[in-house]
């Protein structure tokens, strides 16, 4: 098993910015993608940036060139640095890793979610 920790979520005004952290830890395992999603109040939840291989990204077309995802492999840590906050970005953040334990399989571990509020 895999357990995700989040951290990092919180209030700030528009304009501001916020780092999320996610720590993956438990049962030997390598990660072979890890991401980040949220989830806006009646919406459904969408992707906000992801990362696989060594650097290949991918982001939300809303958010593209305000935030940034890194990846810490030693640590097992993927991180959301968020700059330029908007009141839209207002949601719940998870971050998500897919993750194999030596064999083909892959397995989708989620985090429990951190509140980021973006007041106008």
């Known amino acids: 098993q895999v357990q995700l920790v989040e951290s990092g979520g919180g209030l700030v005004q528009a304009g501001g910015s916020l780092t999320l952290s996610c720590t993956a830890s438990?049962?030997?395992?390598?990660?072979?993608?890890m991401a980040w999603y949220r989830q806006a109040p009646g919406k459904l939840r969408e992707l906000v940036a992801a990362?696989?291989?060594?650097?290949?990204?991918t982001y939300a077309d809303s958010v593209k060139g305000r935030f940034t995802i890194s990846r810490d492999n030693a640590k097992n840590m993927v991180s959301l640095r968020m700059n330029s906050l908007k009141p839209e970005d207002t949601a719940v953040y998870y971050c998500?890793?897919?993750?194999?334990?030596?064999?083909?399989?892959?397995?989708?571990?989620w985090g429990q979610g951190t509140q980021v509020t973006v007041s106008s």
């Open positions: 998500k890793i897919v993750a194999s334990f030596g064999g083909r399989d892959r397995y989708n571990y």
């Open positions: 990362m696989t291989g060594v650097d290949t990204t």
């Open positions: 438990g049962t030997i395992f390598t990660v072979n993608s």
